[in-house]
Each structure stands twice: as C-alpha cells, then as structure tokens.
C-alpha cells in the first residue's frame, strides 16, 4: 500500500509568489489533516477534512492560507501571497475513519523556503 | 486551550544509558497517542493506550498512561543510536473527529 503522497517535497520561492502543496491521502481513509512544522511553534494542525469536508480551520494562520480537497484522493494547501515567515515543512497526514483514537499516517512532508 | 505538555524538550545520552518523556494534561485524556520522528522524517505512530494505569511494551521502549489519565510517559532502555529523534505525545481531545493535539516533543540525541 502506499503511504500518503505529497508534492512537492521541496519548494523555493519568492516572497509574494503563490505556493501550492499537495497531498494524496492513504486510499479508503476519510479524514485529511494538514499539518505546518516550525522549530518555534512545534506541530501545528491547521486544517482537518472529514470525508471531504472541511471540519476545523481554526488553525489557518490567515486569510493568506486556503485548503480544498475535491474529492476523496487530493487536497491542497495554497498560499498566496507568499511570506518569509510561512517557511516551514507542510505535513499531510490522513486516518481511517476521523473517529477518537484513530491513528495518523504522516506523509514525507514539504519543506517550503520563502525568500 | 487543551494542551499537553511534554518534558524535557531536549535529552542528550550516553548510548546505553535510559532516556524517559513525560506527558502532562490538566484535563483527562480519553486516551493517548505516541509518535516518532527521526530527523529529517515525519512522525510516526508508536502507540496508543486507552486504559487508566495501561502499560505497553515495544521491545526496549515501555508507554505508560498514568491512574488518572492525566499523564503518560514513554521509557527507553539501553538507548542505542537508531532512537535519536523527536518523541510526541498526542491528545485526542473531547471532540470525536479524529483531531489530535500534539505536545511539543522531546528531542532525543545519542551519542555512541
């Protein structure tokens, strides 16, 4: 089986340039999460889908950010404009059901650098 | 907010010796998750324990979740090189959507 998928896995850019990262989730599992991860704050969700839906995205930096996930097998995560302070690794992860205690399976990341 | 908190931040260790994290909650935890991840990896899941007192072992690495679901460590013994990495907690508050809340993570470095 494989894991989940994200793409790029790295990208630079320049300040005021749009960023999308993407993400394919582990096929049959319903819920998405998207993760930013920064030395200063830790592991930060940001965003959750269950079954496509955006469930929470309280943790959306600012109106700069924007998640969507179509359908059942792809998201994505934009930035636009840009900042040097969004450089950090994005993780999607994606879990079975999206019940209590379901595990995340991570995917390799995107390590973003925003000049 | 809800929030663990994860002890220390940083251990450096002689290979060999043991090495212990510690997970802290104001709240009580329905149950608690574990994650690895090595430098330059992603986390990944180690465990979970669901029962007050619950004890798991992983080869040399023994979870604890404590009485009151409060609290939970995570022990290593005889640490070798291939346990550097970053230890989470994670908190799946009350809500029952699959959200996990993460701790802050202990960094762990072994020097051979």
């Known amino acids: 089986d494989a894991g989940v998928i994200q793409s790029p896995r790295h990208e630079v850019t320049e300040m005021g340039q749009e960023v999308t990262l993407r993400c394919k989730p582990i096929?049959?599992?319903?819920?998405l999460f998207w993760y930013r991860q920064t030395m200063m704050r830790g592991l930060e969700l940001l965003i959750y889908?269950?079954?496509?839906?955006?469930?929470?995205d309280s943790g959306m930096p600012e109106d700069r950010f924007s998640a969507k996930m179509p359908n059942a097998s792809f998201s994505t995560l934009k930035i636009q404009p840009s900042e040097p302070r969004d450089s950090a690794v994005y993780f999607c992860?994606?879990?079975?059901?999206?019940?209590?205690?379901?595990?995340?399976?991570f995917g390799p990341g995107t390590r973003l650098t925003v000049l | 907010g809800q929030q663990v908190m994860q002890i220390p931040q940083y251990q450096h260790v002689q290979e060999g010796e043991d090495f212990t994290t510690y997970c802290n909650s104001s709240?009580?935890?329905?149950?608690i998750q574990w994650y690895k991840q090595r430098p330059g990896g992603h986390p990944v899941f180690l465990i979970q324990?669901?029962?007050?007192?619950e004890v798991k072992k992983q080869k040399r690495l023994t979870f604890q979740f404590g009485e009151a679901k409060k609290n939970s460590s995570l022990h290593i013994t005889a640490t070798q090189t291939t346990d550097v990495g970053t230890y989470f907690c994670?908190?799946?508050?009350?809500?029952?959507?699959?959200?996990?809340?993460f701790g802050q993570g202990t960094t762990l470095q072994v020097k051979p």
């Open positions: 889908f269950n079954n496509n839906v955006p469930i929470d």
């Open positions: 992860a994606s879990s079975r059901q999206g019940n209590l205690g379901d595990t995340q399976y």
């Open positions: 096929s049959g599992h319903n819920s």
């Open positions: 324990l669901v029962k007050s007192g």
């Open positions: 709240t009580t935890l329905s149950n």
């Open positions: 994670a908190d799946p508050g009350s809500s029952n959507t699959g959200k996990l809340i």
